[in-house]
């Protein structure tokens, strides 16, 4: 079965990117464009993983994941944050916010695709965050 993951993202080159390296590997690319589609394709499409933008136009990253990880039905989904914040202290906002990992960019094609492997490979469990 192939693995569905979401890029939720705002700029169609960052977009364009990610779907070519999660579609070289096999993976099937669902995408939105803000965080409020986000949150409505991971409640109906369930994917394996999510890639989330934590800089986004409406409902920032960070705020989308909070709401995703409140929802019981769809906590156990693994969220990466895919962001140009890179700065001291950004990761560990990120992991706080709910995300199970940290991808900043620029990205590169190797460590997106262990980032996506990990994540895909590790089950995780309702309330382990």
Do not use: W
């Not at 390296?21 to 499409?45: C, F, P, Q, T």
């Not at 001291?88 to 960019?105: F, L, M, S």
């Amino acid at each position: 079965m192939v693995a569905r993951i979401l890029c939720v993202e705002d700029n169609p080159q960052n977009m364009r990117l990610v779907r070519k390296i999660l579609m070289s590997a096999g993976y099937e690319v669902l995408e939105a464009m803000d965080g409020k589609s986000g949150i409505e394709l991971v409640e109906r499409e369930r994917p394996n993983l999510v890639l989330m933008d934590v800089n986004l136009p409406d409902i920032d990253g960070l705020e989308a994941t909070t709401r995703l990880k409140a929802q019981q039905s769809v906590a156990h989904i693994p969220i990466v944050a895919l962001t140009a914040n890179a700065m001291h202290g950004d990761r560990e906002r990120c992991i706080e916010a709910g995300c199970n990992g940290y991808v900043p960019k620029p990205i590169t094609k190797n460590e997106l695709l262990n980032t996506v492997a990990h994540f895909l490979a590790t089950p995780i469990l309702p309330n382990s965050s």
